[in-house]
């Protein structure tokens, strides 16, 4: 039986979670961010903005693919 929640939908995760992704990185792209790769705090920082980015992106992309599922 097919739930009626969009949410536990494979496809609006999946679908979410990519565009998310590659908006995620289009940002640190168009802004010609590019850190080394260490341990450095730069780094880790580039890492935890880039994180939060695609945190941001994907909860925006669910609600609206979650809308337009529906």
Do not use: Q
Not at 49 to 70: D, E, H, M, N, P
Request: aromatic share 20%.
């Amino acid at each position: 039986m097919k739930s009626a929640d969009p949410r536990e939908s494979g496809l609006v995760n999946w679908l979410s979670f990519f565009v998310a992704l590659f908006s995620a990185h289009g940002v640190f792209w168009y802004l010609a961010i590019d850190v080394e790769i260490g341990l450095s705090m730069e780094y880790i920082g580039a890492l935890v903005v880039k994180g939060s980015l695609i945190a941001l992106f994907y909860y925006l992309c669910l609600k609206t693919f979650c809308w337009l599922y529906r």
